[in-house]
């Protein structure tokens, strides 16, 4: 959680920091990165849980049915597959935000070795 909330606050201060320049572009790149960044956060985990509770929802209903788990284990193959696939969402996300940091640490260097 101290993570989405640390997301949050640096999104919102990249926003009011970046300002609206319509003549430069980088303001405008890293307002995409940082959207991107977030989008990539959001969807993976969002869809994720949905994906999670769903499944659950149907392996229930299924064994409520009165289906042997393998019968239930087989009806839900794909869809299993499926979230063991979206589970792989970090490994989008993480090097997105990484690249993100790099460049705001960067951002911040030059800031500290060009200013006067």
């Known amino acids: 959680m101290l993570h989405e909330y640390l997301a949050w606050g640096g999104s919102i201060l990249l926003l009011v920091h970046a300002g609206i320049h319509f003549n430069a572009i980088l303001p405008w790149l890293a307002v995409a990165m940082l959207l991107i960044n977030v989008a990539s956060g959001l969807v993976g985990k969002f869809l994720l849980k949905r994906s999670l509770e769903s ?27 499926m979230v063991d696939a979206m589970k792989q969402w970090r490994t ?13 640490l960067l951002h911040i260097i030059t800031v500290f070795i060009f200013s006067k």
């Open 55 to 81: 499944l659950k929802s149907i392996r229930q209903v299924l064994m409520d049915t009165g289906l042997e788990k393998e019968a239930v284990d087989k009806k839900l193959f794909l869809d299993s597959i």
């Open 92 to 104: 989008i996300h993480l090097p997105i935000a990484f690249v993100f940091g790099f460049f705001s």
